[in-house]
């Protein structure tokens, strides 16, 4: 009799202990992920910024609105690459974190001469 109660408590425990991480899983599930956009911008006001990217071929561009909650890392400017973490609702994508990639993209500079 001790044995049969040792191994239903046994496998109560290991029952248990299983179904904890499914819960946390759950929860970690219903939880929306953050949505990227990388591109380069082809348009900007003060209330919304049009990113552009080119992915096998095929050209797309995204409007995103900006916010005074939308943190911007960096000098925002026309041609520059960016990386748009955003947010969709009713009103469509808004953004909420912008990140400069790289700086306005300037004139070749000329090349060295050689000394003779």
Same mark, same amino acid.
């Given at each position: 009799m001790a044995g049969l109660s040792t191994t239903v408590?046994?496998?109560?425990?290991l029952a248990s202990a299983a179904a904890t991480p499914l819960l946390a899983d759950e929860? =970690? /599930?219903? $939880?929306?992920a953050d949505t990227f956009f990388a591109g380069t911008v082809s348009q900007s006001t003060p209330d919304t910024i049009m990113v552009?990217?080119? @992915? *096998? =071929? +095929? /050209?797309?561009?995204?409007?995103?609105r900006l916010t005074p909650q939308t943190k911007?890392? =960096? $000098?925002? /400017?026309l +041609? @520059? *690459? @960016?990386t748009v *973490?955003?947010?969709t609702d009713d009103d469509g994508d808004t953004a909420t974190l912008i990140v400069v990639r790289g700086s306005v993209?300037?004139?070749? +500079?000329p090349a060295?001469? $050689?000394k003779p």
């Open positions: 408590l046994f496998i109560g425990l929860t =970690g /599930a219903s $939880k929306s552009g990217r080119t @992915v *096998r =071929g +095929k /050209a797309e561009s995204r409007t995103f911007i890392e =960096g $000098k925002l /400017a +041609k @520059v *690459r @960016v *973490r955003y947010i993209p300037s004139a070749p +500079k060295k001469q $050689k």
